[in-house]
C-alpha cells in the first residue's frame, strides 16, 4: 500500500486543524509520507479561475489520495467551486459522511448511528446553468442511469461490508419523476439483490424531518447530490456539530478525505477551531489505506478526550464540559489518550476498509430510442395570431402545446403567461412519421423566418414507445 499522501492546508482555519492533524497522525506512527500542495483563495488570487494549477494535479494523481482542509472561493462570477472540480476530475463517485451520536456530551441523541452516501458527480451540481433571457435562469438537472447504479451498488455494498440492516433510497420523484424517477427505479431493481438488506424509499422532505427528529430509525440513505449534501449537513448539525463531521470522496482510482464544514475565516488564527471534523476524515483515509489500528487507535483517543469533557468553544457546554480547550490544547489531549480505554462511549469503529469497494455496472440499456418532436423556448409575447401562424407552419412536426414556467396555456388557458418566454412543443403530426433532424431544422428557420427569437430547442425522444420527457403541469 502506499503510504504517501497529499496534503492542501486550505484556508481560514484550515492551515490551523491540517497541522494539528499531521501532529496526530504522527505520533500514532501511521508511516505517512506527505507531499504539500497549495490550492484555494491564493491560487485564485494569482488569477487561477478553478483555484488549482496545472503541476498540482500531476502530484495528486500520482499520490492517489488527497487529504484537504477548507478552502475558501472568492465571491463574484467567473470562480468555480474547487470541492465540485475535484470531484468530477477525479471521478469521485461517491461521497461518504458519517453521523454519529456522542451523547451526553454532544447532541441530544442516544443512538444515532447513520451514514449518508452521496452521489457525487451529477445533478445541479454539475454547474449546467443558463440565463435564457433577462427574467429567466435555467439550471439543468443531469441523471444518468450508469450515475445511478453505481452509487446505488456502493450503498447496498457499504451496508453489507458494514453489517448494517437497512438501506433508505431519498428523492423527490413525486415531482421529478423522470430524474428522481430514474434513480429511485434503478433502487427498487437493484434492492432485491441484496435480501439481508431492508430497503425503503422516501420522498426528500419527510426523510429531512424524520432525520432532524428520529435520526435513529435511519441507517445507510443513498440519495442524489444535493439531497444529499443538505441531508448531511442536517445529520451533522443534529449529531451534535458539522464541526465534528468528516468525509470521504471516493472514486475508482482516487481518493479525497476533508471536513465537512467550512474555512471559517471570522476565527482564523485565533487557535480556537475544532480539529475534529479533519480528523475523523483522516480516520476515514487510514482505514481506506488499511492502516486499521492506526485509525482504531486515534479514533478512541478523540471518543476518549471527548468523554473525559474537554471540548473545544463549539462543543463546549457548561453542564457537560470540564475545560474549554484551544485547537493546540485538544490537539495534546487526543495524543494523551492514546492508550487510555473509554469508560462511557461505546466505539464504534468499524475495521472493514469499507471505502474499497469494487463496483460493476450490471443494468443493461437497451432501450429503442425514437426522435419524435422537439421543445422550442421562444421569447415572445404569447397572443393567438401567433398561435394561427404556429399551426400552420409545418405539416410533419405540428403545435401540440404551450407552457410557461412549466404550466399549460395553450390550448387550455389555466393561467396567464408570466415568464418573458414560453416552451413551445411540437409533436410529430401522425405515428407513422419517422421524423430526423432535418425536419427539426426546417421547422427551426420557419420559426426564424417569423421573425422570433428563440432561445433554445431541445429534441424529444421516446425510448420503447415510452415518452422521454415530462407532460407541461395541467396537460
Not at 115 to 141: H, P
Not at 256 to 278: C, Q, R, T, W, Y
Not at 316 to 336: C, D, G, R, Y
Request: net charge neutral.
Amino acid at each position: 500500500m502506499n503510504n504517501r499522501i497529499t496534503v492542501a492546508y486550505g484556508d481560514g482555519i484550515g492551515p490551523e486543524i491540517m497541522e494539528s492533524v499531521l501532529q496526530i497522525l504522527s505520533h500514532a506512527k501511521t508511516g505517512l509520507e506527505v507531499e504539500t500542495i497549495e490550492i484555494g483563495e491564493k491560487i485564485y488570487n494569482k488569477g487561477f479561475s478553478s483555484g488549482i494549477s496545472d503541476d498540482v494535479w500531476e502530484v495528486i494523481k500520482r499520490n492517489k489520495v488527497l487529504l484537504k482542509a477548507p478552502i475558501t472561493t472568492p465571491l463574484g462570477k467567473g470562480y468555480k467551486s474547487l470541492n465540485v472540480t475535484f470531484r468530477r476530475t477525479l471521478e469521485l463517485f461517491a461521497n461518504i459522511r458519517p453521523s454519529l451520536s456522542y451523547y451526553p456530551f454532544v447532541g441530544k441523541f442516544k443512538n444515532m448511528d447513520v451514514v449518508i452516501v452521496r452521489e457525487n458527480e451529477e445533478d445541479l451540481y454539475s454547474g449546467i446553468e443558463y440565463r435564457f433571457t433577462q427574467n429567466a435562469n435555467i439550471a439543468m438537472k443531469l441523471i444518468s442511469t450508469s450515475g445511478c447504479e453505481k452509487i446505488i451498488r456502493y450503498a447496498f455494498e457499504y451496508a453489507r461490508i458494514n453489517k448494517r440492516n437497512k438501506v433508505t433510497c431519498v428523492t423527490k420523484s413525486n415531482i421529478l419523476k423522470i430524474t428522481d424517477g430514474c434513480f429511485q427505479e434503478i433502487f427498487l431493481k437493484i434492492a432485491p439483490e441484496y435480501p439481508d438488506i431492508k430497503a425503503e424509499h422516501m420522498l426528500v422532505d419527510i426523510a429531512s424531518a424524520k432525520l432532524a427528529n428520529n435520526p435513529e430509525n435511519f441507517d445507510v440513505i443513498v440519495t442524489l447530490n444535493l439531497y444529499g449534501d443538505i441531508m448531511s449537513d442536517i445529520a451533522s448539525e443534529v449529531s451534535g456539530s458539522v464541526g465534528l463531521a468528516g468525509s470521504a470522496n471516493i472514486g475508482k482510482e482516487y481518493a479525497m478525505f476533508e471536513a465537512v464544514h467550512g474555512s471559517a475565516p471570522d476565527i482564523a488564527g485565533k487557535d480556537i477551531a475544532n480539529p475534529s471534523g479533519l480528523l475523523n476524515s483522516a480516520i476515514m483515509m487510514l482505514k481506506h489505506l488499511g492502516k486499521n489500528h492506526e485509525a482504531e487507535m486515534i479514533y478512541n483517543a478523540w471518543l476518549k478526550t471527548i468523554e473525559e469533557g474537554l471540548h473545544t468553544a463549539d462543543m463546549f457546554n457548561s453542564e457537560k464540559s470540564t475545560k474549554k480547550l484551544s485547537t493546540s490544547e485538544f490537539t495534546q489531549a487526543v495524543i494523551h489518550n492514546f492508550n487510555n480505554k473509554l469508560s462511557l462511549l461505546i466505539s464504534k469503529f468499524q475495521s472493514a476498509t469499507n471505502e474499497r469497494i469494487l463496483i460493476k455496472e450490471t443494468l443493461n440499456n437497451n432501450e429503442k430510442s425514437e426522435l419524435i418532436g422537439v421543445d422550442i423556448f421562444i421569447k415572445t409575447q404569447f397572443t393567438p395570431e401567433l398561435i394561427a401562424k404556429l399551426q400552420k407552419l409545418d405539416d410533419i412536426l405540428k403545435l401540440h402545446m404551450v407552457s410557461n414556467r412549466g404550466l399549460l396555456i395553450w390550448p387550455k388557458v389555466l393561467r396567464n403567461a408570466e415568464l418573458d418566454f414560453s416552451r413551445f412543443r411540437f409533436l410529430k403530426a401522425k405515428k407513422e412519421y419517422r421524423i430526423s433532424q432535418s425536419n427539426v431544422l426546417e421547422l427551426y428557420k420557419k420559426i426564424v423566418e417569423l421573425d422570433l427569437d428563440i432561445v433554445s430547442i431541445i429534441n424529444l425522444f421516446s425510448y420503447d414507445d415510452n415518452i422521454g420527457f415530462s407532460l407541461a403541469q395541467g396537460e
